[in-house]
């Protein structure tokens, strides 16, 4: 397996995006990684899922990294989903695709961690704007890896943006290693 990870960013705008640009960059620099950039393979908005099934079919690792947009991912990673995950290959009737696949996500968002709270600007934690995501991997048999989150991204200091790139370059590399149906290690 050449590249046993597939990390897909979702960005409609990378260039003006100080994280998600540099985590593209980490991911990138990592080798055994194939970086998908959504907005610059889809410009047009129509994803072809059956050419995304093909680019998964050898993959055991799936992450997809992106902004929190109003407590989602970009639309364009919505529709990679949708027209990628189809009935007979991810779920349903002979569809097992993903089944044993790992999935992570990777998130940057605008707000600090405690507005993700019951307290806070939010009022819940960001875990419960992420169990569409979770439910989609279950419901396709995929195994569920903790997400890694950068919060605050906009007024970060630099020094916690490199800091934060080489955490997702060393969880990048574990996943490497990390076979389908396994458990990420503790601490990771």
Not at 50 to 77: C, M, N
Not at 110 to 118: H, I, Q, T, V
Not at 129 to 138: D, G, I, M, R, V
Request: charged residues 20%; negative net charge.
């Amino acid at each position: 397996m050449a590249n046993p990870v597939l990390f897909v960013i979702a960005h409609p705008d990378l260039g003006q995006s100080r994280a998600n640009r540099h985590f593209a960059a980490s991911a990138k620099s990592v080798e055994g990684i194939e970086v998908l950039d959504l907005y610059k393979t889809y410009p047009d908005m129509f994803v072809d899922g059956s050419h995304e099934r093909h680019r998964i079919d050898d993959k055991s690792t799936l992450v997809l990294q992106f902004p929190i947009y109003w407590y989602a991912a970009p639309g364009l990673l919505k529709e990679w989903i949708d027209r990628t995950f189809s009935y007979g290959w991810a779920y349903g009737t002979n569809g097992n695709a993903l089944k044993g696949k790992n999935f992570m996500l990777s998130i940057a968002t605008g707000s600090e961690e405690k507005a993700y709270s019951a307290d806070g600007q939010h009022n819940y934690p960001l875990q419960e704007f992420l169990l569409p995501y979770k439910q989609t991997a279950h419901f396709c048999g995929m195994n569920w890896l903790e997400p890694l989150v950068y919060y605050h991204a906009r007024a970060s200091e630099k020094e916690q943006l490199l800091a934060h790139g080489e955490k997702l370059k060393n969880r990048l590399t574990e996943l490497k290693q990390l076979a389908p149906q396994q458990e990420m290690p503790h601490g990771a």
